[in-house]
C-alpha cells in the first residue's frame, strides 16, 4: 500500500506541475478515481481482517459536520431562500471537491499506513516529490524552462509554484522544510548530500515566493 500511495502522490504532483489532468466526466478526474479506487480497497481489506478501529474520531467527526451543514445550508437556498442564479450542480462539485475528497484523502493517508516504515517510506517519496517541484520553481524562475509557475501579471515576479499563489507556495515549502532538515540529520554519504542540496533548493526558492 505505501508504493500505491507514493505512486499516487507522484502522479498527483507531476499532473500538477505540467498542468494535465485527465477528465472521467463532470466533476470527476482520473485522480479521484484512483483516490476511490484505493479507499475502496482499504475498506476492503478492512472487512477482510475485521481489524478496523476507529482513530482520531474528531476529524472524522467535524468532516461530518461540515457536510451536513453544507448540505443543510443547499437545502436552505434551494427552498427557501430560492436564489434564482443559484446552480445546484455546482454548489455539488463544490461540497464534493472541498469536504467529501478531503475527507477521502485523510482516510486514504492515515489508515493505508500499518507501520513505521511504511510511514517513513510514504514520508520520503513526499520529501522527494517536494523537492523536484521546488526545483522545477526554481528552474521556471530564473527562466530556465516555462511551466507557467510564475503568475504573468505580476509585476515582482514572484514564484507561485504548483499551489497557484504566492503566499500559499511559500507556506506549502515552510511546511517540509522541517522534515528535510530531519531527512538531513537522520542521512549519512551521498544520500546526506541529496538532502542537503533539495534543501537549500527548497529554502532558495522560498525566498523567491
Given at each position: 500500500m505505501a508504493i500505491l500511495l507514493s505512486l499516487f502522490m507522484i502522479y498527483m504532483i507531476?499532473?500538477?506541475?505540467?498542468?494535465?489532468?485527465?477528465?472521467l466526466g463532470p466533476g470527476l478526474s482520473l485522480k479521484n478515481g484512483i483516490l476511490y479506487l484505493l479507499a475502496a480497497l482499504i475498506m476492503a481489506r478492512f472487512a477482510v481482517k475485521q481489524d478496523f478501529r476507529l482513530q482520531l474520531g474528531g476529524i472524522f467527526a467535524s468532516f461530518?459536520?461540515?457536510?451536513?451543514?453544507?448540505?443543510?445550508?443547499v437545502a436552505v437556498i434551494i427552498f427557501v431562500v430560492q436564489y434564482p442564479a443559484?446552480?445546484?450542480?455546482?454548489?455539488?462539485m463544490q461540497f464534493?471537491?472541498?469536504?467529501?475528497?478531503?475527507?477521502?484523502?485523510?482516510?486514504?493517508?492515515?489508515?493505508?499506513?500499518?507501520?513505521?516504515?511504511?510511514?517513513?517510506a510514504v514520508l520520503n517519496a513526499m520529501l522527494l516529490i517536494v523537492v523536484f517541484v521546488n526545483v522545477v520553481s526554481a528552474l521556471d524562475g530564473?527562466?530556465?524552462?516555462?511551466?507557467?509557475?510564475?503568475?504573468?501579471?505580476?509585476?515582482?515576479?514572484?514564484?507561485q509554484g504548483i499551489i497557484g499563489e504566492h503566499n500559499q507556495y511559500g507556506a506549502y515549502i515552510a511546511l517540509f522544510i522541517p522534515p528535510?532538515?530531519?531527512?538531513?540529520?537522520?542521512?549519512?554519504?551521498?544520500?546526506?548530500?541529496?538532502?542537503?542540496?533539495?534543501?537549500?533548493a527548497s529554502f532558495a526558492v522560498l525566498l523567491m515566493t
Open positions: 507531476g499532473t500538477q506541475t505540467l498542468g494535465v489532468d485527465v477528465g461530518l459536520f461540515l457536510m451536513f451543514y453544507a448540505l443543510v445550508s443559484y446552480k445546484l450542480l455546482n454548489a455539488l464534493k471537491q472541498l469536504l467529501f475528497d478531503f475527507l477521502a484523502f485523510f482516510f486514504v493517508y492515515f489508515y493505508g499506513l500499518k507501520t513505521r516504515k511504511e510511514a517513513l530564473v527562466g530556465v524552462i516555462n511551466l507557467a509557475t510564475i503568475n504573468p501579471g505580476e509585476t515582482d515576479d514572484r514564484v528535510l532538515l530531519a531527512a538531513v540529520a537522520a542521512s549519512r554519504g551521498m544520500t546526506r548530500a541529496f538532502w542537503i542540496a533539495g534543501s537549500l
